[in-house]
């Protein structure tokens, strides 16, 4: 009899050890998939700020070249998410987030001035945002007078416009 019961937990200690066995086997096979899971999420993710990053700083054009020049009209209350949607929607832009982000990094931050424009859709964003942040006065001025203004005059022509 004490034969037998012997016999029995040994064969209980092998059962329990192969239970162990292909518990702790599904564990790490379990944990490697999370593992791979957040490998391929972290690459996705960094390729995707990388491409992003790329095109902030390639500014490319929608076409290369024999563009159509497109009349946009940017309102005084037009916060620049509405600014960069229009364009998008325009075909100026490919994408209004891109040209928000572009913005905020050029020299025209918030320099953006209510008016009407004539964009082209072979003009880079930067060129679109330095179009869009330049007075119109001043084109007109330097249009109309053949003489150079002196800074004094220019500010005070600026002033003048600006209580219209």
């Known amino acids: 009899m ?27 096979i379990i944990k490697v998939v999370i593992i ?3 490998i391929v999420f972290v690459f ?3 390729t995707q700020a990388y491409e992003f990053g790329y095109r902030v700083f390639a500014d490319q054009p929608v076409s290369a070249s024999g563009g159509r020049t497109i009349t946009v009209s940017v309102e005084e209350s037009a916060s620049l998410k509405e600014i960069a949607r229009m364009l998008e929607e325009r075909g100026l832009i490919e994408d209004a987030n891109l040209f928000m982000m572009q913005e905020l990094l050029s020299a025209y931050h918030g320099k953006i001035i ?17 179009i869009m942040a330049t007075p119109v006065a001043q084109e007109t001025d330097s249009a109309q007078s053949t003489s150079t203004p002196v800074a004094g005059e220019a500010q005070d022509t600026e002033g003048e416009q600006g209580t219209e």
């Open 114 to 130: 209510p008016g009407i424009y004539d964009l082209s859709t072979d003009m880079t964003a930067g060129q679109m945002l330095e």
């Open 44 to 46: 996705r993710g960094a």
């Open 2 to 28: 004490n034969v037998s019961i012997k016999v029995e937990r040994k064969g209980m200690g092998i059962f329990m050890s192969t239970k162990y066995l292909i518990a702790t086997v599904v564990e790490t």
């Open 36 to 38: 791979a899971a957040v």
